[in-house]
Every structure is written in structure tokens, then in C-alpha cells.
């Protein structure tokens, strides 16, 4: 494809569309729908699929969404955008999308773009519901899409560690190693155990199901979507928000929000991890921003083959696991999270001994010295516990910080080429422009406010108890030397000879400085 600028913007390609959105109670879903709202004002409707949820109706968990603060810029700027967000109750894993007849032919009548972003990104989710849910849900959408009578574009969210079983990564779709659909065949007559069972052959070299059934969905769209205007879009490891709607927003435990948690708060002090290797993480806003730009390419310059898209920063602005490591020990002893257990000291290692050792007697030791202190004092112990769930948790995502991949971006700098200057100030995705000392600040304070919920006036309450605990730390350090030194001495005659020699040469430098200073 060329590298000409084309005529109709972005802004106004939207203008006047209608559109569907799945997944949009998600994190990505919630910065694309906001980012929409706001620059792109003059879209007719957007149809958004929401289930049912805790009581809840798809009309009230919008009326929600629309409530919190990633909104406030859209609320101060545009005038009843309720009026513009139509619910549509309907879930993934259903057959037909769960969608009535009539929102069915509502929706085929007036849709023209569609951003699909609904999944399951549970590392360790069965594989059936993860085929439900990445793979089937992608079906049934596909055969809508098919009766959309005006659709210009299909946006599907794929991963960039959809085949991450390979080093490096083009931006095609690659053969899975079974037919999606043979695969959904078999589930439809298997049970759960005989799934389960067969899941690890299955994934072969793959860590997960998700990364699994992410790749299973881009070959069945690849085989399935015919004529249709469909683009694959990867985005990496999706971190909190860069610049829009304001630096730092995020509002959920996924990914490495929940180890800037599990780190701000001491638990997590050591794990699995390359530290030169690259921690591929990005923006939600770049993220969403190029979901938005490649709809609009899509449509406009009408691509003769299906684009696929690797929003990665690695091979355009890298930043390293070691890196994550300073600045979130940097920024979290510079604003601390309000009730921490230990002080913040992280440690990415490659080996695996270390790692084990450090488990051992630098978290689960001090795990259970702290829940019997709580067990004394008549408090509930929780810090064993803590750990158990930690440690699932950082068991999925080691595989992703202590390998590393290469990723081919040529579409994405393809597609830059395409935008006028001012779409690509407005709908920015240029990776090269992060810095990530300042991102990772503001990432970490974006942790506190937004997923922890903590009031920022109180960190200099904050700062006190985290110098409380360094002393009492401190404190602790030299006890415990000072013990394991007098059981050496007491026990070892090498560490006794030792120490003789120590003050020995204590002693004859002090007396030797008298003589010095007389003799100056």
C-alpha cells in the first residue's frame, strides 16, 4: 500500500456511523467507548452488548460505566451522551450472541462498524469456557457481521502472544495446529474432565489457554470473515492509561497493575523474570487509539487482504523487566500505598534456585511469623493466605517475563503514513514518544487512586508508616545478625578466629590514630 495521506480524517470518517461494541465494561472497552465519546462527537449511536450481571440489567451497569470518573472529561464536553449509548443485552457465549430477533435486525440494519473486544483473559481459565468465549463467541459474531448490510469495518482484539510459541512474530495470521472448528465440534460432546485432560497436549508450547484460544480465533476469522472488512488488531501486555483521558487510569488487578500492587505493598519481593529482557507493556490509550484509526483505515482505504495489526513498544521503545523493577521500588518508596505489610523490594532473578530460596525464607517465613503475631494478639491470620493466591497468580505470568520476543510493526507504520498531522496528534499511537520513568510514576500513583482507591492527601500519613517500617525493618536486620553471629562464634571456630582478628585490627587502628594526629 502507499504511503499517501488520505482525504477524509478520522473524526470525520466516524461522523454520522453507528456502531457496535463488545466488551465494553472491560478495561479496553471503557477507554475506547470514552475516547470515541470525546473525539469522535458527531457518531450517530453506538449499540454496546452488555449481559445481565449480579442483578444487575444491561441498561444499569451502562448507567454505571457512564457514572465513573474516566467519564468526566465526556460528561463536562458533550451533552447527554447517554443519548448516544444504546445497551444491548446480550453475552458471548450464547448462541446467537444472546441477542433477540429484533435487536438482531436492528443491528443489521444500521451498523457499520464494529470493534470486537469481549473475551476472557483469565491465564488460567478451563479451556471450555475459554473456547466459549474467544473462539465460539468470534464465530457467532462473524456470522452477524454477515448480515450487516452497511458494515465498512471489523475491528477484532486479538494478543500479540497469540503465537507465542514462535521468536518472532509477523503481522500475519499464522495455521493453529487443529481447526478451530474441529476443535468446537469435540466440545460440544466432550465433558469437562475429558477437556481438561487433553488441555496440555493441546497447548503444546503455549503457556495458557488464552494465548491458545486467541490464536485459534484469528485462523477462524481468517477462514470465515469471506468479504467482510475485517483487520486483527495485537496489542501486548495493556498497562494503565499514558495520556488520555488524564495519565494513569486504570481500574482493575490484571496483568502488571496486580504485581505494581503486590509490590507497592512488600508481598511480592521476588519472581521469575528477565532483567534485561523486554517488558513489552502499553498504554490503553495507544491501544484504543489505533483500534480507532485502524476502523477508520479499514474503511477509507479499503485494504485488499486481511491487516493484521502487532501493537508492541518493544522494537520501537523498549523497556525492560529490570527497569519495572527500579522505578516501582523508586516511585512506591516515593508515594507509598496507605497499608503495606513489609517495605517494597523488588527482585526479578533467572534462576530458578534463587527464586525458590527467596519464596521461602523471604515470603512465606515471614508469611507465617506475621500471621502467628496476629494469631497472639487474637486477629484473623491472613498473610499465608495472601501468598497462596499470590503466587498462582505470578506462576501465570513468569512465562511472559522471562521469555521475549521480536515483533514485526510494518503495518503500524504503515498506517501512520495514511494520517494527516492532526490525526495522529489527536489519535496518537506512536510508542516512541513514552517516557517511561514518568509513565511508570504515574502508573503507580494510577494504582493507588483508581484500583486500591486510596485518598491521595494521605500520603504523607502514608510516608510515616512506610519509615516506621523501615526502622523496625533496620531493627529487625541487626537482631537477627547480631543471633546468627553469636551462635557462629559460639559454634564455629572459624567465624570465633574471625571475629578476634576483626577486633584485633579494631584495636590497633585505634590506637593508632592518636599517634597519627601528634605526629600531624
Partial sequence: MTGTTSEMGISEFYAGQTLLITGCTGFMGKVLLEKLLRSCPEIERIYVLIRSKRGQSATERLETLLKSKLFDKVRNETINIQSKIVPVCGDIVEEKLGLSDEDIQTLSQQVSVVFHSAATVKFDEELRLSLQMNVIGVKSLIELCHKFKKLKA?????????????????????????????LIDAAEWMDNDAMNSLTAKLLGNRPNTYTYTKAMAEYLILQECGDLPVAIVRPSIVGSSWKEPFPGWVDNYNGPTGLLVAIGKGVLRCMMGNFNGTADILPVDIATNLMITVGWHTAVNKPEKLMVYNNTTGQLNKFTWGQMERFSYEYFMKNPIDEIAR????????????????????????????????????????FVKIQDKLWKAVKSLEFFTSHEWKFANDNINMLAEHMTAKDREIFDFDVRKIRWGQYMENYCLGTKQFVLKENPQHLPKARRALQKLQRMHFLMNAVVFMVVWRLLINR???????????????????QKIPKLARST
Avoid: Q
Avoid at 503465537?163 to 495446529?177: G, H, L
Fill in 154 to 182: 471489523l475491528i477484532h482484539v486479538s494478543t500479540a502472544y497469540a503465537n507465542c510459541d514462535k521468536n518472532v512474530i509477523e503481522e500475519k495470521v499464522y495455521d493453529p495446529p487443529l481447526n478451530p472448528n474441529r
Fill in 343 to 382: 517495605v517494597p523490594n523488588p527482585r526479578f532473578t533467572k534462576y530458578l534456585l534463587w527464586k525458590d530460596l527467596n519464596v521461602i525464607f523471604d515470603h512465606l517465613l515471614p508469611a507465617y511469623v506475621m500471621d502467628f503475631y496476629l494469631w497472639i494478639v487474637g486477629r484473623k491470620p491472613i
Fill in 492 to 510: 564455629v571456630s572459624v567465624a570465633k578466629s574471625l571475629w578476634n582478628l576483626l577486633i584485633g585490627w579494631a584495636l590497633f587502628i585505634f
